[in-house]
């Protein structure tokens, strides 16, 4: 057999799609799949369907209280073992082709020394409808993996392709009273602290994954006018979500941290204190994302202390 790979799915009232996921995932080429899951309070067939594959030696059902996305995917990156090799996140509703993990291992194996490092990688998906015919629409598509300073105003990678070692699961299990309340979703959690932390990011351009789009995720697929991209930036909202995330990340990781990524944290961290740190987040070149009208609203959300 091949790499072992502990594969964390977290469900909910997922019925429709779940069982060719989860096909799909049992189905890896080259691989030794192991499928560890928390079903999160479904109230559909959800845990029905789950139960049938509970009988297999691969697969670990674990029934809970409604969560959220969030806290359930945490709650299964404590609860995994530190034995495998690699730990890899999916969705309920996708469909894997049946080299996504032999690809993502082979990438990542080309680039880093050693399984111990600290590493995350993503890659682009395919997106499809509800039959997993192909759209024309791009969902998370990009042509490199985004920088620190990009990960801190958004995550654009996919948390369904994520695969990563056993480093980055430690430092993300490691904090004990970590206010969830004040971290992003999991997936942009992760990928901000392999970041800045100093770990890799492996990317890859090609997608083996078909990200399903349905009525009830249709936001890989969704078009935005220039008025609504506006509306919905951070320049309309009161909140400041991307200062309390980089306040926890700094509070809860700070010792591990570069310099360099300090320093771009204490940016973020202490620009309220006066005008002039303000302006200062303000310009800074590597705190922006790559859209022009992105920084646009990144400057003016600065300016107005709602970043």
């Given at each position: 057999?091949?790499?072992?790979?502990?594969?964390?799915?977290?469900?909910?009232?997922?019925?429709?799609?779940?069982?060719?996921?989860?096909?799909s995932i049992l189905n890896q080429i080259e691989v030794e799949i192991y499928l560890l899951i928390?079903?999160?309070?479904?109230?559909?067939?959800?845990v029905e369907i789950l139960d049938k594959y509970n009988k297999l030696e691969n697969v670990t059902?674990?029934?809970?209280?409604?969560?959220?996305?969030?806290?359930?995917?945490?709650?299964?990156?404590?609860?995994?073992?530190?034995?495998?090799?690699?730990?890899?996140?999916?969705?309920?509703?996708?469909?894997?082709?049946?080299?996504?993990?032999?690809?993502?291992?082979?990438?990542?194996?080309?680039?880093?020394?050693?399984?111990?490092?600290?590493?995350?990688?993503?890659?682009?998906?395919?997106?499809?409808?509800?039959?997993?015919?192909?759209?024309?629409?791009?969902?998370?598509?990009?042509?490199?993996?985004?920088?620190?300073?990009?990960?801190?105003?958004?995550?654009?990678?996919?948390?369904?392709?994520?695969?990563?070692?056993?480093?980055?699961?430690?430092?993300?299990?490691?904090?004990?009273?970590?206010?969830?309340?004040?971290?992003?979703?999991?997936?942009?959690?992760?990928?901000?602290?392999?970041?800045?932390?100093?770990?890799?990011?492996?990317?890859?351009?090609?997608?083996?994954?078909?990200?399903?789009?349905?009525?009830?995720?249709?936001?890989?697929?969704?078009?935005?006018?220039?008025?609504?991209?506006?509306?919905?930036?951070?320049?309309?909202?009161?909140?400041?979500?991307?200062?309390?995330?980089?306040?926890?990340?700094?509070?809860?990781?700070?010792?591990?941290?570069?310099?360099?990524?300090?320093?771009?944290?204490?940016?973020v961290t202490n620009y309220k204190d006066n005008y002039l740190k303000t302006m200062i987040l303000?310009?800074?070149?590597?705190?922006?994302?790559?859209?022009?009208?992105?920084?646009?609203?990144?400057?003016?959300?600065?300016?107005?202390?709602?970043?």
């Amino acid at each position: 057999m091949g790499r072992k790979v502990c594969v964390l799915m977290s469900t909910y009232n997922g019925e429709k799609y779940l069982k060719e996921q989860i096909d799909s995932i049992l189905n890896q080429i080259e691989v030794e799949i192991y499928l560890l899951i928390r079903d999160d309070g479904s109230k559909d067939s959800t845990v029905e369907i789950l139960d049938k594959y509970n009988k297999l030696e691969n697969v670990t059902v674990i029934k809970g209280e409604n969560l959220g996305a969030k806290k359930s995917f945490l709650t299964l990156i404590s609860m995994a073992p530190d034995y495998f090799d690699y730990y890899a996140l999916s969705d309920q509703d996708d469909y894997w082709l049946e080299d996504k993990m032999i690809s993502a291992i082979s990438h990542i194996e080309g680039e880093v020394k050693s399984l111990e490092d600290n590493f995350l990688y993503y890659s682009n998906t395919c997106l499809v409808d509800k039959d997993l015919f192909p759209l024309n629409e791009i969902g998370f598509n990009v042509d490199r993996p985004y920088s620190f300073g990009e990960i801190l105003i958004r995550n654009c990678a996919s948390g369904c392709t994520y695969v990563f070692g056993k480093k980055l699961k430690g430092l993300v299990k490691a904090p004990q009273d970590l206010n969830l309340e004040n971290i992003p979703m999991h997936d942009h959690w992760i990928n901000m602290i392999c970041l800045a932390t100093g770990g890799k990011i492996i990317f890859e351009k090609k997608s083996h994954i078909l990200y399903r789009q349905h009525g009830g995720n249709l936001v890989g697929s969704q078009k935005n006018s220039f008025l609504k991209k506006v509306l919905k930036s951070s320049l309309f909202k009161k909140t400041d979500n991307r200062y309390v995330h980089a306040r926890s990340l700094l509070a809860n990781y700070e010792d591990l941290m570069t310099d360099c990524n300090k320093e771009t944290l204490y940016k973020v961290t202490n620009y309220k204190d006066n005008y002039l740190k303000t302006m200062i987040l303000a310009v800074d070149r590597f705190i922006k994302p790559r859209a022009f009208l992105s920084r646009c609203m990144i400057f003016l959300s600065v300016l107005r202390r709602s970043f």
